[in-house]
């Protein structure tokens, strides 16, 4: 079974930092690019950031660029998200993405004093 799941999330104060992580299994991870994607409080989904299967080449959303990082380790089957910096306007649920393939279920930033 495809499956991807994230973990975490959690509640920080601005300008803390935080690594996401997802758990890939069921496809061959390291054919695929992987993507992150959030959708904060009544907002849209919007994407975050990609990571090619070559791992050498990645792609920021402007809102993110210089303060996210996203890596993988294909021997493990993982994908993380290290946010640096966070503001309040980070905070959402935030999902990992296989393109075409699977969606997981979400894990929770909050950003709050």
């Known amino acids: 079974q495809r499956q991807v799941v994230e973990s975490g999330g959690g509640l920080v104060q601005p300008g803390d930092s935080l690594r996401l992580s997802c758990a890939a299994s069921?496809?061959?991870?390291?054919?695929?690019?992987m993507k992150w994607y959030r959708q904060p409080p009544g907002k849209e989904r919007e994407w975050v950031a990609t990571?090619?299967?070559?791992?050498?080449?990645?792609e920021y959303s402007d809102s993110v660029k210089g303060r996210f990082t996203v890596s993988r380790d294909n021997d493990r089957n993982m994908m993380y998200l290290q946010m640096n910096n966070l503001r309040p306007e980070d905070t959402a649920v935030y999902y990992c993405?296989?393109?075409?393939?699977?969606w997981g279920q979400g894990t929770q930033v909050t950003v709050s004093s």
């Open positions: 990571i090619r299967h070559t791992n050498a080449f990645t």
């Open positions: 993405n296989v393109p075409g393939l699977t």
């Open positions: 069921g496809f061959p991870f390291a054919s695929y690019a």
